[in-house]
């Protein structure tokens, strides 16, 4: 409800300004509370005929002011193209809070999974040359594929390219770094080769990164030549994008925008997943890609991709595939996120949209193909921002402003529908415990005849939302949060929780299936899964140069179950957000098996859990990620050096350190990484190679972690 009244005083903050001259508009852009820089105005701005979106201008700079006072990004970058020209491109906040650097025109962001899309132009391209099909199979192309699931040879390059593929997901192993890395992609591909499909190939189309991830190996196999260059002569060159690269090799300092937490610079961050999410580039650079969607595949004299083909991405991939609740948000394309854009949609006009984040970045990219309009939104993560609202938001002014629509939207009036009282059984139909890939809730019937949620938590179900009634138009609805809304679907056999609510700029209301309906296994759990309870897990096989423990907070897994799931198991991701997924283990005593089958997003980056013996341990491998028990992690002894050996598959090797009434000096010698975490495994500190860290007395339990090559080995001293 805040965020509603939040919006609405913006939209009357915009239209206030709609009447300033360029001159106040300068003024205004360089602010100078939150580094805002002057916009770039380009070639052909000042014709007469031609709109100059000034009060779009003013929207970008409105919604910036709100994002970097909140913290949520320390940088930012827009622009606005129409079919023929850039109109204007403008850039707010510090590219590098030490040296007050503003970014300018030429300033890269990181752009995530926008870099699909010229992973989806590539392939395009090779089709058009007859060296792709987009209906064969991928192993017709790519023969080292290989799964655990024989129905891996019906995968076609098409469903890599609307998610339509059934892999589990995405393998995060690895993929962000703090330095160079090469080899993801490979890594992936063995990864694959260890897991099964979470659905038939083509029965549903659930965001899924690996599959773009092995478009790069499929172009290289086509083309011989490696995925970064090919894109490189195919698309950046001849469109004259200077300013975008692949993260082979370190940028030169400030020619990026750096990432800030807690004040502090972070390394630069390098993502191994090139064709799913690793090109940095600019909001002009980007703005250029984003006019070949409006010129029919062509920029001037230069065809990047047939008119034919452009069409063949604009086509909804979700028709026709399992989708209980049909979400405009998640009508995939080839490569697009969308091609019912949501926030034009609502307004009546098409749009086609892509969004990326990385841990350090977010973007977006909306095209108006009838409109002749696209735009661009580029920053850092701080908080995180909307980018998608922001992007909404920009080309909803413009829209208005050259009368393509008679207004701009306002939010939506927070207002349910009135209540009615529910069918016979509906209410209870809808009691139950649902889950999708990041939570478990439960619904349940209050004393009053409306519905409770709880959330699981580490502790148990806590409250959530109550006083959720049955309304007049099917939903259940609070009134505390009037437009937010839930309902229970069945589709295929199978109940879903539907979930409704205000998204993107708020002057629409789109729903999505946000949850499955979980039921107790036919089988109690064996002896093996009984005794594995309560227990932990610690990640061994993960570079160094990674920080998937700042991402995801997934160096460690735990196994529980829920009186509400019986026969089930619930595996903790745990971290700042613990994740519970619940798995089913009745099939297998060394096999979890994913259980969800969910569209769009909420059914992604599933795995199966494979218990693996390692020795005489059992170790846990979850989708390409294997941990080792935390319950036999060796204790370091107090006064004396211990040898630390790297075996033959270069494991991180975990030890643990026990503080009592004095400080406990750690020396570390001949590691390549090592970091230390609380027993809570947050992290105290780091350093490469050798090192000295030390710990306060009394603080407990310590975990060192300690990397190294293959077949080496490290000492580590504490005294």
Not at 578 to 604: E, Q
Not at 635 to 659: D, H, K
Request: glycine fraction near 10%; charged fraction near 15%; charge should be neutral.
């Amino acid at each position: 409800m805040n965020q509603d009244t939040k919006v609405s005083r913006d939209q009357r903050n915009a239209s206030g300004l709609r009447s300033n001259s360029r001159r106040q508009l300068l003024q205004l852009a360089g602010w100078s509370g939150l580094g805002l820089a002057s916009p770039v105005l380009l070639a052909g701005c000042t014709h007469a005929s031609t709109p100059n979106y000034e009060a779009a201008m003013q929207e970008a700079q409105t919604a910036a002011q709100e994002v970097l006072r909140l913290g949520s990004a320390t940088a930012l970058g827009f622009a606005l193209v129409s079919t023929e020209r850039t109109v204007w491109a403008q850039s707010y906040g510090y590219a590098d809070l030490q040296t007050r650097q503003m970014p300018t025109a030429n300033t890269m962001f990181s752009i995530g999974s926008s870099s699909k899309m010229l992973a989806t132009v590539a392939v395009m391209q090779l089709v058009e040359q007859g060296l792709l099909r987009l209906d064969a199979p991928l192993v017709d192309y790519l023969p080292r594929f290989r799964m655990l699931d024989a129905r891996y040879t019906d995968i076609t390059v098409r469903m890599l390219l609307n998610h339509s593929s059934g892999f589990p997901g995405t393998n995060y192993r690895n993929v962000f770094t703090n330095k160079p890395a090469s080899g993801y992609a490979e890594q992936v591909l063995a990864g694959l080769a260890q897991q099964r499909l979470k659905a038939a190939p083509g029965y549903m189309s659930v965001y899924c990164n690996d599959g773009f991830t092995l478009l790069e190996l499929l172009i290289a196999a086509v083309t011989g030549q490696r995925y970064a260059d090919y894109v490189q002569a195919a698309i950046l060159d001849p469109l004259g994008m200077k300013h975008s690269a692949y993260t082979r090799a370190p940028f030169a300092d400030g020619s990026y925008a750096k990432v800030y937490r807690s004040g502090v610079a972070q390394p630069q961050e390098f993502s191994g997943a090139q064709a799913s999410g690793g090109l940095y580039t600019t909001p002009t650079d980007l703005a250029t890609f984003a006019r070949v969607f409006l010129n029919d595949g062509a920029l001037g004299a230069t065809r990047i991709l047939g008119a034919a083909s452009l069409q063949a991405m604009a086509v909804d991939q979700t028709l026709g595939t399992f989708n209980p609740v049909k979400s405009v948000a998640w009508s995939y394309g080839l490569g697009w996120d969308t091609v019912r854009e949501s926030g034009l949609q609502a307004v009546g006009i098409q749009g086609w949209s892509k969004g990326g984040d990385t841990d350090f970045y977010g973007a977006e990219m909306i095209v108006a193909p009838n409109e002749g309009l696209a735009v661009v939104v580029m920053g850092t993560q701080g908080a995180g921002f909307n980018h998608s609202a922001l992007a909404q938001r920009v080309l909803l002014r413009a829209l208005a402003e050259n009368d393509r629509i008679p207004a701009y939207p306002a939010a939506l009036a927070g207002l349910a529908s009135p209540v009615q009282l529910a069918p016979a059984g509906v209410i209870e139909a809808t009691e139950g415990v649902y889950a999708n890939s990041a939570s478990i809730v439960q619904f349940r019937k209050d004393a009053d005849g409306s519905l409770a949620t709880l959330r699981l938590g580490p502790d148990g179900f806590s409250p959530g939302i109550s006083a959720l009634r049955y309304r007049s138009d099917g939903w259940f609805t609070s009134d505390t949060a009037p437009l937010i809304s839930c309902k229970s679907v069945t589709e295929s056999g199978r109940q879903y929780l539907a979930q409704r609510g205000p998204t993107g700029a708020l002057h629409y209301l789109d729903a999505q299936a946000y949850a499955q309906r979980v039921q107790a296994a036919a089988t109690p759990l064996s002896a093996a899964w009984r005794q594995r309870l309560g227990s932990t897990w610690l990640r061994v096989n993960e570079s160094p140069d990674s920080h998937v423990d700042q991402i995801l907070g997934t160096l460690r897994f735990s196994l529980v179950a829920i009186p509400e799931l019986p026969g089930l198991v619930i595996a903790w991701q745990s971290g700042d957000t613990p994740s519970p997924i619940v798995l089913d283990p009745s099939t297998s005593d060394t096999t979890a098996r994913m259980m969800l089958v969910i569209p769009g997003m909420n059914g992604r980056d599933l795995n199966d859990l494979d218990i693996v013996n390692q020795g005489d341990e059992e170790w846990l491998r979850w989708g390409d990620a294997l941990h080792r028990p935390q319950a036999t992690v060796p204790l370091l002894s107090a006064g004396a050096t211990t040898v630390v050996p790297i075996g033959a598959q270069a494991y991180a090797e975990w030890r643990a350190v026990q503080t009592g009434a004095a400080p406990v000096q750690v020396a570390i010698a001949g590691a390549s990484a090592w970091r230390l975490y609380d027993a809570d495994f947050q992290a105290l500190s780091s350093g490469a190679a050798n090192g000295q860290t030390s710990l306060p007395a009394g603080s407990g339990l310590a975990y060192l972690l300690i990397f190294g090559p293959a077949n080496t080995s490290a000492s580590v001293t504490l005294s």
